[in-house]
């Protein structure tokens, strides 16, 4: 099976780093540093190589270096299905991302057809004890990985809905106004449901088929609509005067959700322990990657931020023995060098400093 890894990745004005160069190999990433040196700053670097707007969901001006704010680029060396490519993401002061594969401008859709991205970070451990946007959003990220045109359809879904929003707000009754808008939305609603549908059993039968030391996760897509094209525009057609009392459309994939249960236990994910949420959610992670590594032909990039919270040292030891198993390049932080001991030399230490607003990556040998 051929890799997916980064061999070299170049922050310029990127957050902290005023300038980083990170030379590394296949090898799992284990990077170390006190709290807020910048670390998290390196992980949402690799996530812009997926389709998107990175792990922080920043716009690009957010992520430009201060005071300075003259822009910031990134550029990775990505090792992908026996293929070097060179990729080049950049914003210039403020405006939009742009992106450049192999010296070739392209759409941010180019790059999943050259790279899988998945991540787990702090603010998603209350995924399942908050709203429902959150999770429909990491089943996304999940349907992306194996799909990227899930970004386009999801996109058109959202500009239709938009305008017909804009209808209902403006109380609009005539239904010439709304037809075409309520073709393009069911169209690409169904679509969406289908490629969700396609991701949860993808990562079904790849926690069916492994022995892992993480418990496994039953998921359901919870969804209150007609799954076909015919079926949605239909629905939403005589959901019309219902929805312009409410003002916006109430029916439609935007609503989903998606419900998971402690396998062994059956009990609802959200009623588990904050250590069994974590669990579950790196359970997911692996699963996703397993099935990616069959889907793609190599397991994807893996984006770990303190990834040792919650997590005890055995089960730690276990998800790093997990990780080295499947090949994948994992980008992993933690505030001190011990936390990833169980590694030995099967990764690389990245060791991140920061003095008097200036980041420093160091590779350690």
């Known amino acids: 099976m051929s890799g997916l890894y980064l061999s070299q990745l170049t922050l310029s004005h ?10 590394c190999d296949a090898r799992p990433v284990s990077i170390f540093g006190p709290n807020g040196a910048g670390k998290t700053n390196i992980l949402e670097a690799v996530s812009l190589l997926s389709p998107g707007r990175g792990l922080r969901r920043s716009s690009a001006s957010d992520m430009t270096r201060r005071p300075e704010a003259l822009g910031w680029k ?13 990729v080049e993401i950049w914003s210039e002061a403020g405006a939009a991302r742009q992106v450049r594969i192999d010296g070739k401008a392209t759409a941010q859709t180019g790059l999943g057809r050259i790279a899988r991205v998945l991540w787990l970070i702090p603010s998603m451990d209350r995924l399942w ?17 194996f799909l990227p045109d899930h970004a386009d359809q999801s996109l058109a879904y959202e500009k239709a809905m938009r305008e017909r929003n804009r209808l209902l707000k403006d109380m609009v009754r005539e239904p010439s106004w709304y037809v075409a808008l309520e073709q393009q939305m069911a169209e690409a609603g169904s ?18 088929q492994a022995e892992t030391a993480f418990p496994t996760a039953t998921l359901d897509l919870i969804c209150d609509m007609p799954t076909t094209a015919v079926g949605l525009r239909q629905a939403l057609a005589d959901n019309r005067m219902r929805d312009l009392s409410a003002g916006r459309t109430l029916i439609g994939p935007h609503r989903a959700d998606l419900e998971g249960v402690y396998a062994a236990k059956d009990v609802p994910a959200r009623d588990c322990s904050t250590g069994e949420q974590k669990a ?20 994807p990039l893996l984006l770990l931020d303190e990834v040792a919270a919650h997590l005890d040292a055995d089960r730690r030891a276990a998800l790093y023995d997990e990780l080295c ?24 230490r990245l060791e991140v400093t920061e003095t008097l607003g200036l980041s420093t990556a160091r590779m350690l040998p």
């Open 325 to 348: 198993a499947l090949g994948a390049q994992a980008w992993m932080t933690g505030t001190g060098e011990e936390l990833f001991d169980t590694l030995g030399p099967r990764a690389q």
């Open 280 to 299: 579950l959610l790196v359970s997911l992670i692996l699963a996703n990657a397993r099935a990616l590594a069959a889907d793609f032909g190599a397991p």
């Open 14 to 23: 990127f957050r902290s780093h005023k300038r980083a160069v990170i030379d």
């Open 74 to 86: 990134i550029t990775a060396h990505l090792h992908s299905l026996g293929q070097i490519h060179e």
């Open 191 to 208: 679509a969406i449901h289908a490629n969700r549908v396609a991701a949860l059993q993808a990562i079904t039968e790849a926690q069916a």
């Open 129 to 145: 004890i908050e709203g429902a946007e959150g999770r429909r959003r990491f089943l996304d990220r999940m349907t992306l990985s």
